[in-house]
Each structure stands twice: as structure tokens, then as C-alpha cells.
């Protein structure tokens, strides 16, 4: 499991996240992966790629998994 601060953010998109977290190359690519239901989100199906991911979710795709914080 990795873990991804949002750098004093409140939230972060998605696809954004999935791209930084390097789950994926390119934001096209996670826009495509998201709407054809292969990323989760809290252990369910999230198909909305602009979706607000905030400290404490865990996002997951191909056996791996991210979890966001949010530093002190």
C-alpha cells in the first residue's frame, strides 16, 4: 500500500490522483480505465473521473493501492 499527501490540498481528482500516484502514465488513460469500472474506491466501483478523493479514501487498480493523507 502507498500512500499520497495532498500537499496542503483538500481534495484531489481522480484521474489526477491516479496519474501522480503513477498507477497510471497518462490522464487519458486514467480517464478510460476509470469509466470502464476497473478503479475502486473505498472497496467500490467508482466511474466518475473528476470524483473528490479527500484524506482517509483508498483508491485501488491492478493489485495495488493508494491511500491519501494529508500532512500535519
Do not use: W
Not at 469500472?37 to 473528490?52: A, F, M, N, Q, W
Amino acid at each position: 500500500m502507498e500512500n499520497f499527501d495532498l500537499e496542503g490540498r483538500e481534495y484531489v481528482a481522480l484521474c489526477d490522483l491516479m496519474k501522480l500516484a503513477g498507477l497510471c502514465h497518462s490522464g487519458g488513460m486514467a480517464k478510460t480505465l476509470i469509466s470502464e469500472g476497473h478503479v475502486s474506491v473505498d472497496g467500490e466501483v467508482e466511474l466518475r473521473k473528476r470524483c473528490k478523493i479527500r484524506p482517509g479514501q483508498i483508491v485501488e487498480f491492478g493489485g495495488q493501492s493508494v491511500v491519501v493523507e494529508k500532512a500535519p
